[in-house]
């Protein structure tokens, strides 16, 4: 079974910056995806960017231009730069890996809070 642990969430002021990142450990196995998700109060859960296998990737149009995804394979890490922060990009940001079979696994979330 895959772990996947985030870390990097904080408080910080609109148009600051945050990095998150997501380790994954354990059984990690084959990988289609990698991607972050996130949860604002009240609302459901969306995608924010992921990473497909061969290089693609997708963002959510409201983060688009402001956040990047990457992948460093060899500490088996994705990461989220986030700049430019807006108070509507508060919630709880998920790592999320989907294997071949398309299954997902989900980590415990980390929490971002952008003050205006």
């Known amino acids: 079974q895959v772990q996947l642990v985030e870390s990097g969430g904080g408080l910080v002021q609109a148009g600051g910056s945050l990095r998150l990142s997501c380790v994954a450990s354990?059984?990690?196995?084959?990988?289609?995806?990698m991607g972050w998700y996130r949860q604002a109060p009240g609302k459901q859960r969306e995608l924010v960017a992921d990473t497909i296998v061969g290089g693609i990737t997708n963002y959510a149009d409201s983060v688009k231009g402001r956040f990047t995804i990457s992948r460093d394979n060899a500490k088996n890490t994705v990461y989220l730069q986030m700049n430019s922060l807006k108070p509507e990009d508060t919630g709880v940001y998920y790592c999320r890996k989907t294997d071949t079979y398309y299954r997902s696994y989900w980590g415990q979330g980390t929490q971002v809070t952008v003050s205006s």
């Open positions: 354990g059984s990690i196995g084959s990988i289609y995806a």
